[in-house]
């Protein structure tokens, strides 16, 4: 496929939508968008956005009909969304990924069978459910979560053994639930892996990601671990890549134990916001890599020119950014949303320092 013959879809209309759509421009990629609202972060890029719900067939087959290969920036999109369009275009990643990391359950599940590592964690169904996973894990603390659309600590609560389980199964509102063992973690890492149809993958990281109130605040490269932590964080990102056939990018997100263990924690199962710093640090992006891969172009270099720490502007961050227009090596994103709130990813700032050498 010729680059300058393609046009892309992408469903979701947020900063990770804008973000690709704006690396599709450099590589003369048209995109357009499909998303539930109005004047969107990716709308204001895009060459053509559609503006529907996730089930309207009618509006998603003339959104298929106008692009020749679809992706998406959101994983929440129903997986028959996904299915219906893969009727009539190509889709990547494929469903497959979606369905798996779009349910905390099948994710931990999958990864297991893979033979990555996760925190100990069952399925509950009842308040007795806790009771019994509690006692056959052994575990002092514990996370319950809603197995579905949870984000930045939405839908999940944190518990001690000695809770009463029947409270604890009733505030999540929710039939399904996971049962986590509380990870006693050092730090948070994640990987970021671009894989193109010939299976050949490019890596970002480990990124190191400090959270405030459950969402993203910074993340930081290079990231000061252990090389054996890094070896084999980045082996279970290729591991997941390979065993679900990714075309496309994902993020896995892990936890380092105080005993040096890896825990997979979460798959997303596209660019990841720990990744925002590649557009500036490297000479292809996450977002770069996003188009090119599922456009059927091969993946870039991801070696990294500069050392970066990536910050988010949340909420009312945006109206203080005087520090951020002056600073050396300060490179500015916003989003272009025009309502500010509280816990509202607006933009990010990333701030460079250059690297003598590449990393590895
Ligand atoms: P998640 O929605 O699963 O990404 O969780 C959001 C944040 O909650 C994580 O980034 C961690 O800081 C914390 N967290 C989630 N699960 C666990 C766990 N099993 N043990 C300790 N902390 C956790």
Known sequence: MKSHSITLGILGSGQLGRMSALAAAELGIRVHVYGPDKDSPAEHVAAKSYIGSYTDKRKLKAFANSVDVVSYEFENIPV????????????????????????????????????????RWAAIY???????????????????????????????????ASDNAKKSFGKLHSNELILEEM?????????????DKNGKSAIYGPMLNVHRNHILHTSTVPAKLDAKVGTKAKRSAR????????????????FVTRDGRILANEIAPRTHNSGHWTIDACSVSQFEQ????????????????????????IGNDVKNMKK??????ACIHLYGKLLTRNGRKMGHVTVLKPLRAGLK
């Open 80 to 119: 028959e969304t996904i299915r219906y369009i893969q009727k009539i275009k190509p889709v990547y990643p494929d469903d497959r990924l979606l369905e798996i990391s779009q349910n905390r359950i099948s994710e931990k599940k999958y990864l297991n069978d893979i033979g990555i590592p996760t925190t």
């Open 126 to 160: 009842s308040p007795s459910d806790i009771d019994k996973a509690v006692s056959d894990l052994g575990a002092k603390n514990y996370i319950l979560k809603t197995t579905r659309f949870g984000y930045d600590g939405k839908g999940q609560t944190v518990h001690r």
């Open 183 to 195: 990870v006693d973690f050092k730090c948070e890492i994640s990987v970021i892996i671009a894989r």
């Open 239 to 254: 591991k997941l890549a390979d065993a679900v056939g990714l075309i496309g990018v994902l993020g896995l997100e892990m």
């Open 290 to 313: 996003h188009v090119r891969t599922v456009c059927g172009l091969p993946v870039g270099n991801p070696t990294p020119h500069s050392a970066a720490v990536m910050t988010n502007l």
């Open 324 to 329: 951020y227009y002056e600073m050396k090596g």
